[in-house]
């Protein structure tokens, strides 16, 4: 059973910095690309950030580009998102979410249940 389980989400004031983890299990972890997407109630879905199969691929919406960064250890089966320079807009639930290949211009099949960042003085 594939399963992702979020962390690291919290409250932050704006400009500060939050890492955000995605341990993966239920399947090859180094076979497969990966996303960051978040939820507002007010947005909707935002696609935030991919990362190919084997990490040296990556790329990110421009809302967050030279603000997030995202990165993965396959040994670890372990997804992250380091957020810098938060701003009240990142406010959102954030998922990791599993491609259906290893490349990530092809659909997500999984997602996590998320994780609540909150971007607020």
């Known amino acids: 059973e594939v399963q992702l389980v979020e962390s690291g989400g919290g409250l932050v004031q704006p400009g500060g910095s939050l890492r955000l983890s995605c341990a993966a299990s239920?399947?090859?972890?180094?076979?497969?690309?990966m996303s960051w997407v978040r939820q507002t109630p007010g947005k909707g879905l935002e696609w935030v950030s991919a990362?190919?199969?084997?990490?040296?691929?990556?790329t990110q919406a421009d809302s967050v580009k030279g603000r997030f960064s995202i990165s993965r250890d396959n040994a670890k089966n372990t997804l992250y998102l380091q957020m810098n320079t938060l701003v009240p807009e990142d406010t959102a639930v954030y998922y990791c979410?599993?491609?259906?290949?290893?490349?990530?211009?092809?659909?997500?099949?999984?997602w996590g249940k998320g994780t609540q960042v909150t971007v607020s003085s």
């Open positions: 979410a599993k491609h259906s290949t290893t490349w990530y211009t092809n659909g997500m099949d999984y």
């Open positions: 990362i190919d199969h084997g990490g040296g691929s990556t």
């Open positions: 239920g399947f090859t972890f180094s076979s497969y690309a």
